[in-house]
């Protein structure tokens, strides 16, 4: 597969000559932040031993010596120096990672990101992909945006891809997201970040992304079809938690808003403000439906106690109740 030659002196300077290639739109940002620090660092550590180690042979005692001149206790323009440089340096450093942080806290991608639901569980991490291809390994496309939407169903995993410089905790109870564009292809590493018990270091999976879409769809029609979809766990829970009684899929309006075109709304809620329904609104909604009522309905709802997978199964299957893309 095609790889980007990682010899050019820009690349070996950013990356301090040791780091691993950049996979992802927001690694270059990374790799600026992390070489400026890097050269900074060194550049102070090399200028301070070498003050040391001056001072100490000039200043060192000898037989002959005699009381050292009464010195000044005070120098405004030195200590002016002193305090400007660094706060210049620490602004600098403020700005290149501030920038870099933005880009990698980029909105929502659009509905041509591919959106990939994972699982953190001691010790694997699960994927699946748009489709319903789940596999214990991430298949992305190169240049194609995608959206990680993680769950844990036990304790907080990290999870960890370090070609892509990024890094998100995967919480209990909580959906958290990573946002990212591939740009190299080929196999890449994943790794769980936080520490989770027994197995913690074997937590580890592979990113393989595919050179183009129609090398991911080939590899997403291998094997069997899946058994049950995550979008079709969510439509058997629809029946079967009787969330049929209240909610429509054609449009109408009953004693809760309709499901369908739900997904994505801003919606706007009783008390004036609004939301936008995504995998944590639904969440909320479900377990605390009282929190964030929809203007013009009544807050009727009982809390629903949803596993893991059953939350994903609703979120994913709200998404194909969309129209258009
Ligand atoms: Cu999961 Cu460490």
Wanted: overall charge neutral.
């Amino acid at each position: 597969m095609a790889r980007q030659p990682r010899d050019s002196l820009t690349a070996t300077v950013l990356s301090a000559g040791f780091l691993p290639e950049r996979a992802s739109s927001v690694a270059e940002g990374v790799d600026q932040v992390f070489g400026l620090i890097f050269w900074l660092s060194a550049f102070f550590l090399a200028l301070i031993v070498a003050l040391t180690v001056l001072f100490v042979v000039r200043y060192r005692r000898r037989p002959t010596r005699t009381e050292p001149e009464p010195s000044p206790s005070h120098d405004l323009r030195l200590e002016l120096v002193w305090s400007g440089i660094p706060l210049a340096l620490v602004f600098a450093i403020f700005a290149v990672s501030t920038r870099a942080y933005l880009r990698m806290t980029a909105p929502e991608p659009g509905p041509e990101a591919m959106r990939v639901q994972v699982t953190a569980r001691r010790w694997s991490w699960w994927f699946e992909h748009p489709g319903g291809k789940g596999a214990s390994d991430l298949h992305l496309v190169a240049g194609r945006p995608a959206a990680l939407v993680m769950v844990s169903t036990d304790v907080i995993h990290s999870l960890y891809l370090p070609d892509f410089r990024l890094k998100q905790d995967v919480v209990p109870g909580r959906f958290t997201r990573l946002h990212l564009t591939p740009i190299l292809a080929g196999t890449f590493p994943i790794t769980c970040a936080e520490f989770c018990g027994t197995d913690h270091s074997r937590m580890t999976a592979k990113a393989v992304v595919h050179p183009d879409q129609a090398s991911f769809d080939a590899w997403a029609r291998e094997g069997a079809a899946p058994a049950a979809s995550l979008a079709d766990v969510g439509r058997a829970l629809y029946a079967s938690k009787g969330c049929i009684a209240c909610h429509s899929l054609d449009g109408t309006p009953r004693v809760g808003p309709t499901f369908k075109n739900l997904w994505g709304k801003d919606e706007k809620l009783a008390d004036g403000t609004s939301a936008r329904v995504d995998e944590e609104y639904l969440r909320e909604s479900i377990l605390k439906p009282g929190a964030k009522v929809v203007a013009g309905f009544a807050n009727v709802m009982p809390p629903v106690p949803l596993d893991e997978r059953e939350m994903q199964g609703l979120a994913a299957w709200l998404q194909t109740l969309r129209d258009g893309p």
